[in-house]
Antibody, heavy 117, light 109 residues
Framework: EVQLVESGGGLVQPGGSLRLSCAAS????????MHWVRQAPGKELVWVAR????????NYADSVKGRFTISRDNANNTLYLQMNSLRAEDTAVYYC??????????WGRGTLVTVSS | QSALTQPPSASGSPGQSVTISCTGT?????????VSWYQQHPGKAPRLMIY???KRPSGVPDRFSGSKSGNTASLTVSGLQAEDEGDYYC?????????FGTGTKVTVL
C-alpha cells in the first residue's frame, strides 16, 4: 500500500524555523516527483513546492521562495520541507503528495504548523 | 500564481447532478490537459477523483466525470449520494508550478 506520513509540525514563534518530514512507503520513492501543499484553517489548498525524482529540479510558490527549502533523501525514502523566517500566514496543515503526470495521488494525512507568539 | 476560480458552493438533492466549474487562464487550465479534481471531507486529506481532465482513477465511481473547454474545466457528479458531500478542488499545471482552485462546497440536500 502506498503511504505517506508527515511529521515535524508544531507551534513556533514568528521568525522561527521548523523542518517537516514525509516518510514514504509502498512505492519506489526515487522515481517520483514529490510536492508539498498546505491548507490554512478553513481555507483552500495552496501548492507550496515540488522536487523532481533526483532532487536536481526544484520549484516554489512565490509566497515561500527564499524562506522554504524542499529536499529529499532517496536512500531513506523521505521528503523534507525546511521552513525558515516563519510568519503567521504560514499557519496551515502541510500535506506531502506523490505526483504522477501532474496529478497528486496519494496524499499524506498532513501535519499542522502553527506560527504564533 | 493566482488561484483558479471555483463557485463557493453547489448543491443538489440525492439522485440529481451537480456541475462545478474551474476557471483559469491560457497559462494554466487552457494551456494544458493536466487538470485534476480532489474531494476533501472535513479533517481528511484530499482524494484524487479525476486526472488529466477526464480520467477516473480506479475506485472512483463513474458518477464522477470531468471535461474542459478553453480556460474552464468542469467536474460533474451525477446521481448525487450523501457521501459526495464535501469540498472539491481543481488543480492545474501552470508552467513549472501547480495551482489549485478556490474550492467548492458541495451539499447534498
Amino acid at each position: 500500500e502506498v503511504q505517506l506520513v508527515e511529521s515535524g509540525g508544531g507551534l513556533v514563534q514568528p521568525g522561527g524555523s521548523l523542518r517537516l518530514s514525509c516518510a514514504a512507503s509502498g512505492f519506489t520513492f526515487s522515481r517520483y516527483w514529490m510536492h508539498w501543499v498546505r491548507q490554512a484553517p478553513g481555507k483552500e489548498l495552496v501548492w507550496v513546492a515540488r522536487i523532481n525524482s533526483d532532487g536536481s529540479s526544484i520549484n516554489y510558490a512565490d509566497s515561500v521562495k527564499g524562506r522554504f527549502t524542499i529536499s529529499r533523501d532517496n536512500a531513506n525514502n523521505t521528503l523534507y520541507l525546511q521552513m525558515n523566517s516563519l510568519r503567521a500566514e504560514d499557519t496551515a496543515v502541510y500535506y506531502c503528495a506523490k505526483e504522477s503526470r501532474w496529478y497528486f495521488d496519494p496524499w499524506g494525512r498532513g501535519t499542522l504548523v502553527t506560527v504564533s507568539s | 500564481q493566482s488561484a483558479l476560480t471555483q463557485p463557493p458552493s453547489a448543491s443538489g438533492s440525492p439522485g440529481q447532478s451537480v456541475t462545478i466549474s474551474c476557471t483559469g487562464t491560457s497559462s494554466d487550465v487552457g494551456g494544458y490537459d493536466y487538470v485534476s479534481w480532489y474531494q476533501q471531507h472535513p479533517g481528511k486529506a484530499p482524494r484524487l477523483m479525476i486526472y488529466e481532465v477526464s480520467k477516473r482513477p480506479s475506485g472512483v465511481p463513474d458518477r464522477f466525470s470531468g471535461s474542459k473547454s478553453g480556460n474552464t474545466a468542469s467536474l460533474t457528479v451525477s446521481g448525487l449520494q450523501a457521501e459526495d458531500e464535501g469540498d472539491y478542488y481543481c488543480s492545474s499545471v501552470a508552467g513549472s508550478t501547480n495551482v489549485f482552485g478556490t474550492g467548492t462546497k458541495v451539499t447534498v440536500l
